[in-house]
């Protein structure tokens, strides 16, 4: 804020980005739909993204978590459950 608009406080961080875009941003970020800035505009609609979206993208990949592991299928769960009932 004080970069931008050096002295003038009283908005706060919100003049620059809303909590709307920031909780945006950290969905997009678990589902991986932030590659570059290209996708941070697109996807955001911010106007601050070509000036500020490096660092934006910078914390991203710092401070994203590892996408969970995947869950097996019902069709995996089930073959299992169906092989091992024929089997005894």
Not at 21 to 37: E, G, H, R, S, W
Not at 47 to 68: F, H, M, S, T
């Amino acid at each position: 804020m004080e970069t931008e608009f050096p002295g003038n406080d009283f908005f706060g961080l919100q003049y620059l980005m809303s909590d709307d875009i920031l909780n945006y941003i950290v969905d997009l970020t678990c589902y991986k739909k932030l590659a570059n800035i290209t996708s941070l505009l697109e996807q955001t609609d911010w106007r601050y993204a070509g000036k500020y979206g490096p660092q934006i993208l910078e914390l991203v990949n710092i401070y994203a978590l590892p996408p969970p592991p995947l869950l097996p299928s019902l069709q995996t769960v089930l073959q299992g459950v169906l092989n091992s009932s024929t089997s005894q």
